[in-house]
């Protein structure tokens, strides 16, 4: 009787333990799957805010590239007009030199 009664209690106490295993391994099994999900979030916010500097970057580098070269295509465009009224001027000396020998 007695080894009836120990047999049941331990019986009782395996379906205990294997329940409280099942409940253990429910719950880790959700806080993984949370743990994941939260990981995945913050990696697409990181991936989003990566992608937002590298446009401003690319931006910014843009627009000092665009500035670099409109400054160069101005001194490029007062050395040419110095060029040519030098060549204007040598030119209108000539002409008036040979309207004055004439």
């Known amino acids: 009787m007695e080894l009836i009664k ?6 009782a106490q395996a379906q205990e333990i294997t329940k409280q295993a099942r409940e253990a391994s429910a719950r880790e099994a959700e806080e993984a799957k949370a743990s994941r999900e939260q990981e995945l979030k913050q ?26 070269l409109k400054t160069k295509a101005q001194q490029e465009r007062s050395e040419l007009e110095q060029k040519a009224k030098a060549g204007m001027d040598k030119a209108i000396t000539k002409v008036m030199e040979y309207l004055k020998s004439l």
Not at 6 to 11: R, S, T, V
Request: hydrophobic content about 35%; charged content about 45%.
């Open 6 to 11: 120990q047999i049941k209690q331990a019986e």
């Open 43 to 68: 990696a697409e916010v990181e991936r989003k805010e990566a992608i937002n500097k590298a446009v401003s970057d690319a931006e910014s580098a843009t627009k000092n590239e665009i500035e670099e």
